[in-house]
């Protein structure tokens, strides 16, 4: 049982509480920085947040016009063992230093505090105020070996802090162990070639300034802080300075843009096995966050999914921990810094935390006004361009379908996410043929009717009239009105029928369930025909088009006609929508 180790742990924690909200002014005062925001109101509400933990929290605005929220004042080992502690322990954030407060231009919370300035009340013999740190441009250039003595100066905590930088930066993959070893040194190297310096795999003192000050620079923008949602049964680091909270809606805690940021989290939480993973996979790419263009990785229990259009980038990450699913969405503008956003994302990812028999209680919060059938929990659903009718005419998956706007298309599907190819299309015919990029067995497939059809007999068009808003086609009764068309054309027969423009590409029955043709699109031109006047492909056109492309007509041997339930569920068995994304 762990329970002596966790007393212990406790209580080196609560004399380390003690002790800091103890004056320590017996040598020059050092504070723990923990973080920096870009607005006063940012800093105060991260302020009074540490004030929860911590009794001697200040926020103080720095000489750079940012606001820097720091716990103290210390003497310096105190603060280096305040450091050491409450980082080990995860109460602060890992790129929390020691500041001499040099930068610190005035002390702005708690408001109205008696030290108006991080500097301890003047004694008549005092040592005048430390000044500012030289700014990198300020240091001397040093050769290599006096970069080496002066990197020997360095204590642990300064040489772990420059391979975290390293690693922020891209450069360094390994240990955060204040070791300088060949990894250590290549990635210093690697870091020199990418600034345009001389690339000796040794920092000189004004290069090592200028790569913390960098990765700190961005670490303040980022706002990268520890949050404990503890709804959703979440742990982790997020940049806060770029979000704020905005509500509940399972699976998802929402974190809405910062100011004017543009940047969104989401936590993601929800019970169940690896059915739910796998189920939650496939409905985070039908979201408009997770653009088509990316990567896409999963396995039996996680899954990663980037994406990028000309408007947004996104990561998202979940896996399966304890009966539950836990992960989140980072989404930013197209125009942020990818890297930085990246870095901030696998930080995220490492430290990704999931609290035992917690997640967000699925009857959370308040369901939008604006709940709508193309939006999942507040989100938009990634829409088709377009979306008509086909039909399934061989054993093996292949679509007959009307060709009109296909041809353009970056990607063709049928249903939401099975992905065609265009591979034999005739526009003077108006048709198309898709075939199944991984192999399909459909439940069935067209039987067309051999026989000429009687003129003014029943007919009936299966087509997704309202696009993917009903998982099933609808069946729309009509009248064959004509074996030509209007001006005597051959090929093509003309209806009556109230069809709709998602109709198009659908099959037309006859009484006896079998397949007389294609619905074409809605006739074009200077003349205005009226909305019941549709033509459809016949039997012939079919035939030779699909013959001269490889593809064999399966015959209807149906007699009589059929109930009007079983005509439904054919048509349901064969037809498909066919959605064009661009």
Same mark, same amino acid.
């Given at each position: 049982m762990e329970f002596p180790g966790l007393m212990k742990r406790f209580a080196a924690v609560l004399m380390l509480m003690i002790a800091t909200a103890l004056p320590g002014w017996a040598q020059d005062p050092v504070w723990v920085q923990i973080e920096a925001h870009p607005t006063l109101n940012e800093a105060e509400d991260r302020a009074r947040s540490y004030a929860g933990s911590f009794g001697n929290v200040g926020a103080f605005r720095l000489t750079s016009g940012w606001y820097g929220i720091a716990l103290g004042p210390y003497d310096r080992p105190e603060a280096e063992a305040a450091l050491r502690q409450l980082r080990g322990i995860g109460s602060i954030p890992r790129d929390s230093f020691v500041s001499d407060g040099g930068d610190f231009s005035q002390q702005v919370w708690p408001v109205g505090a008696a030290l108006q300035s991080p500097q301890p009340p003047a004694e008549p013999a005092a040592a005048p105020e430390p000044a500012a740190p030289p700014a990198p441009t300020d240091l001397p250039d040093e050769t290599r070996a006096e970069a080496l003595q002066s990197e020997r100066a360095l204590d642990r905590d300064g040489r772990a802090l420059i391979q975290t930088a390293l690693q922020w930066k891209g450069h360094y993959t390994q240990a955060i162990d204040a070791s300088f070893g060949p990894g250590t040194r290549n990635a210093m190297a690697a870091w020199q070639a990418a600034e345009g310096f001389d690339p000796t795999g040794v920092l000189t003192t004004r290069q090592r300034a200028a790569l913390i000050a960098a990765y700190q620079a961005e670490i303040g923008r980022l706002g990268m802080a520890a949050l404990d949602e503890r709804e959703a049964g979440i742990r982790i680091e997020m940049p806060l300075g770029l979000v704020e909270f905005d509500r509940y809606e399972p699976p998802f805690v929402h974190f809405r843009p910062r100011g004017d940021s543009g940047v969104r989290v989401l936590l993601i939480s929800q019970r169940g096995d690896q059915a739910t993973l796998y189920g939650l996979y496939d409905i985070m790419q039908s979201l408009e966050i997770v653009p088509l263009s990316g990567t896409r990785d999963r396995d039996a229990t996680s899954f990663t999914l980037t994406g990028r259009n000309d408007r947004l980038q996104s990561y998202t990450f979940a896996r399966l921990i304890g009966g539950a699913v836990k992960g989140f969405a980072l989404v930013w503008p197209a125009a942020e810094d990818e890297r930085l956003m990246m870095r901030a994302a696998m930080t995220?990812?490492? *430290?990704?935390?999931?609290?035992?028999?917690?997640?967000?209680?699925?009857?959370? #919060?308040?369901?939008?006004?604006?709940?709508?059938?193309?939006?999942?929990? #507040? /989100?938009?659903?990634?829409?088709?361009?377009? *979306?008509?009718?086909?039909?399934?005419?061989?054993?093996?998956?292949?679509?007959?379908?009307? =060709?009109?706007?296909?041809?353009?298309?970056?990607?063709? *599907?049928?249903?939401?996410?099975?992905?065609? $190819?265009?591979?034999?299309?005739?526009?003077?015919?108006?048709?198309? @043929? /898709?075939?199944?990029?991984?192999?399909?067995?459909?439940?069935?497939?067209?039987?067309?009717?051999? $026989? =000429?059809?009687?003129?003014?007999?029943?007919?009936?068009?299966?087509?997704?009239?309202?696009?993917?808003?009903?998982?099933?086609?609808?069946?729309?009764?009509?009248?064959?009105?004509?074996?030509?068309?209007?001006?005597?054309?051959?090929? +093509?027969? $003309?209806?009556? +029928?109230? &069809?709709?423009?998602?109709?198009?590409?659908?099959?037309?029955?006859?009484?006896?369930? &079998?397949?007389?043709?294609?619905?074409?699109?809605?006739?074009?031109?200077? $003349?205005? /025909?009226?909305?019941? =006047?549709?033509?459809?492909?016949?039997?012939?056109? @079919?035939?030779?088009?699909?013959?001269?492309?490889? +593809?064999?007509?399966?015959?209807?041997?149906?007699? #009589? &006609?059929?109930?009007?339930?079983?005509?439904?569920?054919?048509?349901?068995?064969? *037809?498909?929508?066919?959605?064009?994304?661009?």
């Open positions: 995220m990812r490492e *430290t990704l935390e999931s609290v035992p028999n917690a997640a967000l209680d699925q009857t959370m #919060g308040e369901a939008s006004p604006e709940q709508r059938a193309d939006m999942l929990a #507040g /989100l938009e659903i990634r829409k088709p361009d377009e *979306t008509h009718s086909g039909f399934f005419v061989d054993g093996k998956g292949t679509v007959l379908t009307a =060709v009109k706007g296909l041809e353009s298309c970056n990607r063709i *599907t049928i249903g939401h996410d099975v992905e065609m $190819r265009l591979t034999a299309s005739e526009s003077a015919l108006g048709l198309a @043929v /898709l075939k199944p990029i991984v192999a399909l067995a459909p439940i069935d497939f067209a039987s067309f009717q051999a $026989r =000429v059809p009687r003129l003014r007999s029943d007919v009936a068009v299966a087509g997704f009239s309202y696009g993917e808003v009903l998982d099933l086609p609808v069946l729309t009764q009509g009248m064959l009105a004509d074996l030509r068309g209007l001006n005597g054309e051959d090929g +093509i027969a $003309r209806l009556e +029928i109230e &069809a709709l423009p998602g109709d198009t590409g659908g099959p037309v029955f006859d009484a006896a369930g &079998a397949v007389l043709g294609v619905l074409l699109p809605p006739a074009e031109g200077a $003349r205005q /025909l009226p909305a019941n =006047v549709r033509y459809l492909a016949d039997i012939a056109s @079919v035939g030779a088009f699909l013959s001269g492309n490889g +593809i064999e007509m399966r015959a209807s041997e149906a007699e #009589g &006609a059929l109930p009007p339930a079983l005509l439904s569920r054919r048509a349901a068995d064969m *037809t498909v929508p066919v959605s064009c994304w661009n």
